[in-house]
């Protein structure tokens, strides 16, 4: 019964600075885009409900700055991810050559129970520059390949193209992560009992919060 | 020693107790008798004391310890931190006057406020009614109304201040949840609070269950929503859904962090992720930096840092708003 748990996807976007990651979220939270660019200070996050496969699910999406890597919020801040997503700019090398970095990084800081399997999703951000490429889709997705097959998505956070896309599978791939991690407790007493709702078995007394 | 529940043990090993036990044992707890009354304040303090503090305020059931893992945290981080706990007044407004007084007494003009359940409900009056004096609020399972309460108690609150302490124990152990499914850790915050009850008086119990359950709502608060930060277990909590949702709307451009933590005491059971959200929080203020006392950022990478202007100025601008326009724009529920 109070299997009323709502699912709540943690996902954590990494990546050099100024690659693209606020713009990202932005596009895709609040379907805005701007030519400015404000570094982004410490990490922020925002919230957006989706639906994957008919399920209503929560993304909880948290921006960082390219320009701290090490945040000083400490593991609890990568603690309980369910998806990171590594963004680079596909007209800047650079930034495609620290991918390895920010993903090392974070399986170090995260230090989730499957490492190989974590999921991860890379963004060849700004493909809207695409006659300044420097980095070619065969090459980044050489990478993908060699990290135990990261899905790799060209997007521009400019034009909006393929940002839905690319965070659909985003959360489908976190939702295929998402699970209690803490054992359920169930306390010896309880007897399974269809017609009974547990939570109105409590003795009289007021209703308050606690 | 009174009352029928002194029993209650910890049903699984729980790290709680020896955490608390460790915290005690460099943290003592403190004592304000309020001037010309009989009201006594306990505190919890740690941290900078020449900072603004972020002052932490429980809920119907608990006490100043509920957040000593944050108490700990946080000022190991750079923040001071005080845990108060609010002797027994009649009512929201005689509450407030007291919680000025404290304020006072802790020589700080203005603070921070995190407020669980009965406390972040207390912490918006005092918002409404001292707004100068209070910079943020950080509202943790908590609401904005009590009329739901107050009809659920029905003629039951009206009893309350004729009722002997023994049945009031009980009834406060009662309203805690006390069985199906939830996390171990969820199940231990339970166990702990409910052993920490015992050290109430019966008219901390009597003032809290009527603050609680005597219908009263918050005034509208002159703070910004961008200064509030709301937080919410995942799953049901005691917090009835209309009230939930009530809160969420009346601060509808606030922060609205989702916790993975479920129960009504993420700040015991899942500690680190409440301090997380409340770290971030503060860092939209620029009153503290905040970096932990030994982990520092090496040497080189703190020239790198952008300068700390007031992030809440660097909000003001109109490409950053946007970020921050309203995390609820998809939320089917609003
Ligand atoms: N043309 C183009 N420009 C982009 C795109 N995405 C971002 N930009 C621009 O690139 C600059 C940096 O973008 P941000 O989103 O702020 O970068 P960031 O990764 O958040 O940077 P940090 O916060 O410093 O880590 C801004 O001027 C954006 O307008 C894109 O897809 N195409
Ligand atoms: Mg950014």
């Known amino acids: ?210 | 020693m009174e009352g029928g529940r002194n029993e209650v043990v910890v049903t699984s090993s729980s790290s709680i107790v020896s955490d608390f036990a460790a915290f005690r044992s460099d943290c003592p707890l403190k004592k304000f008798a309020q001037p010309h009354s009989h009201l006594e304040w306990t505190y919890f303090q740690a941290g900078p004391g020449d900072a603004t503090p972020l002052v932490f305020l429980h809920g119907t059931s608990s006490t100043a310890a509920a957040f000593f893992y944050q108490v700990q945290s946080l000022s190991r981080k750079g923040y001071y931190v005080i845990s108060a706990q609010y002797p027994a007044f009649s009512s929201p407004e005689e509450w407030c006057k007291g919680f000025d007084r404290f304020l006072d007494a802790m020589k700080c003009r203005a603070a921070h406020i995190v407020g669980a359940g009965l406390g972040g409900f207390l912490a918006q009056h005092y918002a409404a009614r001292y707004p100068a004096r209070v910079r943020s609020l950080v509202l943790c399972n908590s609401f904005a109304s009590t009329y739901a309460f107050a009809a659920r108690a029905g003629t039951w609150s009206s009893l309350i201040p004729v009722m002997p302490s023994m049945f009031l124990r009980q009834a406060m152990q009662d309203t805690l949840p006390q069985g199906g499914f939830m996390e171990m850790s969820a199940k231990q915050a339970i166990d702990w609070v409910g052993q920490q009850m015992n050290d109430l008086s019966g008219e901390d119990l009597a003032s809290r269950l009527s603050l609680n359950c005597t219908g009263s709502q918050v005034p509208s608060l002159q703070l910004e929503n961008r200064q509030i930060t709301i937080l919410e277990s995942n799953g049901e909590t005691m917090v009835p859904d209309e009230l939930r949702r009530q809160l969420r709307i009346q601060y509808g451009g606030a922060s609205f962090a989702e916790l993975k933590s479920r129960g009504d005491f993420p700040y015991l059971s899942r500690p680190e992720e409440v301090t997380l959200f409340i770290e971030v929080h503060m860092r939209r203020f620029g009153d503290f930096i905040g970096y932990p006392t030994g982990d520092t950022p090496a040497a080189g990478y703190l020239e790198e840092l952008p300068s700390w202007e007031d992030p809440l100025a660097l909000r003001e601008e109109p490409e950053r708003r946007q970020v921050w326009k309203n995390p609820f724009e998809d939320d089917d529920l609003l």
């Open chain 1, 1 to 210: 019964m109070s299997a009323k748990k709502k699912v709540l996807l943690k996902v954590i976007i990494l990546g050099d600075s100024g690659v693209g990651k606020t713009s990202l979220m932005n596009q895709y939270v609040n379907k805005k885009f701007t030519n400015q660019y404000k570094a982004t200070i410490g990490a922020d996050f925002l919230t957006k409900e989706v639906m994957i496969d008919d399920k209503l699910v929560t993304m909880q999406i948290w921006d960082t700055a390219g320009q701290e890597r090490f945040q000083s919020l400490g593991v609890a801040f990568y603690r309980g991810a369910d998806c990171c997503v590594l963004v680079h700019d596909l007209t800047v090398p650079k930034t495609f050559e620290s991918l390895e970095v920010w993903r090392d990084e974070f399986l170090i800081q995260a230090s989730p129970r499957d490492a190989d399997n974590f999921p991860f999703v890379v963004l060849g951000n700004k493909a809207d520059l695409e006659s300044k490429r420097k980095v070619t889709a065969a090459r980044a997705t050489q990478w993908c390949k060699s990290k135990n097959t990261i899905p790799y998505h060209e997007t521009s956070a400019a034009t909006a193209q393929n940002v839905e896309a690319a965070f659909q599978e985003i959360a489908r791939r976190a939702l295929k992560q998402e699970h209690t991690e803490d054992p359920i407790y169930l306390p010896e007493t309880l007897t399974l009992n269809a017609n009974q709702n547990i939570s109105n078995n409590r003795p009289m007394g007021p209703d308050c919060a606690c």
